[in-house]
């Protein structure tokens, strides 16, 4: 018996527990101080009402005879899938339903799809980045290449002519920069696929924060990506369904290696690894997209963005670069004065009682940068704000 040995590759992640740990020591000195955290990546606003009314029916449903579920959906429930289709409409996306399939959320799809490739493929990965594409390869033991995101670039890195990689992960808007590709941006990277026969997998997991029309929110807006791209969204952000859990993943029948379509093999992995997100939940996704549903999470969406735009201003005044603030939940900071991020960290909690995210904790590219997240309350936002603005000023 033989352990997979690439489990001992991974670093342990130390981040959110160092955190805890300095959070709780800065308490126990000063009990009396209240802490604003703007480090979490969780939702603070709770479901909207159509989503928890369609699930309360949905659950009437399931202790009914008559309309009782059992076993059924390993892709997604069609009302779903052609729910989301209708939205993809709305982005001049057209879509067939089978090429959707409606995952228990982004995470596990992004992680999943990997047993469709060989571990042979190089894998081209951002720095700095949401560790999970890392740590999903080490696990299968891939040859992984990092491509530079910085100031230079805006954290949005582009293909390098010298770069060889059979499998590319794009974010976009990003965790956890804020960053969002431009059309632009995104043909050149849908292009060098296509020209090296490699895969994007895009997670588009923050879309629903992009306001600005000339962004790209899918990347099938792209020409040629569907030859070329899967892309995983999630619920998680767009709806708060963090605790709720439903994504979905498009696995476009364009799109297919070595004469083998990718959706045909994803499908066969999905029906025997996975036996589907519950009734309840789905219906539940199903009000995000339809009735009155889409204004509903929309205000939500506008909550965290307004967060956004607040620290982004404080940020602008104060003379900060920054990325993101606008079109995503995330503001990518430099530290002041060349500080490294945790030192950085650790100067912001003293002074002002306000827990944001070391960039180091993304890869190395992170260093001397700072994530605050827009998924707080209004009032603790606006607080941290005015304790940033009297600190930094
Ligand atoms: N992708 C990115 C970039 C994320 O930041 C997150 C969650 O924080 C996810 C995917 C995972 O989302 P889900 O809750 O759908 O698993």
Request: glycine share 12%; with cysteine; net charge neutral.
């Amino acid at each position: 018996m033989r352990i997979n040995e690439n489990y001992l590759k991974l670093k342990d992640s130390y981040l959110f527990i160092t955190i805890d740990r300095k959070v709780g020591a800065y308490k126990a000195k000063n009990p009396k101080s209240e802490i604003i955290r703007l480090g979490i990546g969780d939702v603070t606003l709770p479901l909207a009402p159509a989503v928890t009314e369609a699930m309360r029916r949905a659950v009437a449903e399931m202790g009914n005879a008559s309309t009782f579920k059992g076993y059924r959906s390993d892709q997604g429930y069609e009302f779903l899938r052609r729910a989301i289709g209708g939205y993809y409409a709305g982005k001049g996306v057209s879509l067939r339903e089978d090429e959707v399939f409606v995952s228990d959320g982004a995470k596990s799809d992004l992680g999943n799809i990997l047993d469709i490739f060989s571990p042979d493929n190089t894998v081209l990965i951002p720095d700095p980045v949401y560790p999970v594409y890392v740590d999903t390869n080490i696990m299968a033991g891939r040859t992984i290449v990092y491509m530079d995101g910085n100031a230079g670039n805006g954290f949005l890195p582009l293909p390098g002519r010298n770069v060889r990689a059979d499998i590319i992960y794009l974010c976009s808007p990003n965790n956890p920069t804020g960053a969002v590709y431009s059309r632009e941006q995104l043909k050149m990277w849908v292009d060098y696929a296509l020209e090296n026969g490699a895969v994007i997998l895009f997670d588009g997991a923050y879309e629903a924060y992009i306001r600005d029309a000339a962004l790209p929110t899918s990347i099938y807006q792209i020409d040629g990506a569907c030859e070329c791209a899967v892309e995983f969204c999630s619920l998680s952000k767009t709806a708060g369904f963090t605790g709720t859990r439903c994504g979905y993943t498009v696995v476009p029948h364009a799109l297919a290696r070595a004469g083998t379509p990718l959706n045909g093999l994803w499908l066969r992995r999905q029906t025997t690894k996975f036996n589907g997100v519950p009734y309840i939940v789905q219906r539940g996704a199903e009000a995000v997209f339809t009735g009155g549903g889409p204004a509903q999470v929309r205000a939500d969406i506008d909550y965290y963005l307004e967060n956004a735009r607040l620290m982004a201003d404080t940020l602008t005044g104060l003379g900060v670069w920054f990325t993101g603030g606008r079109n995503a939940p995330y503001i990518w900071m430099r530290c002041p004065d060349g500080m490294s991020s945790w030192a950085f960290f650790d100067t912001l909690l003293e002074n002002a009682g306000v827990v944001g995210t070391p960039g180091a904790g993304f890869g190395a590219n992170g260093e001397g940068f700072f994530r605050l997240s827009a998924f707080g309350k209004r009032e603790d936002v606006a607080e941290a704000m005015e304790r940033i603005k009297a600190f930094m000023d």
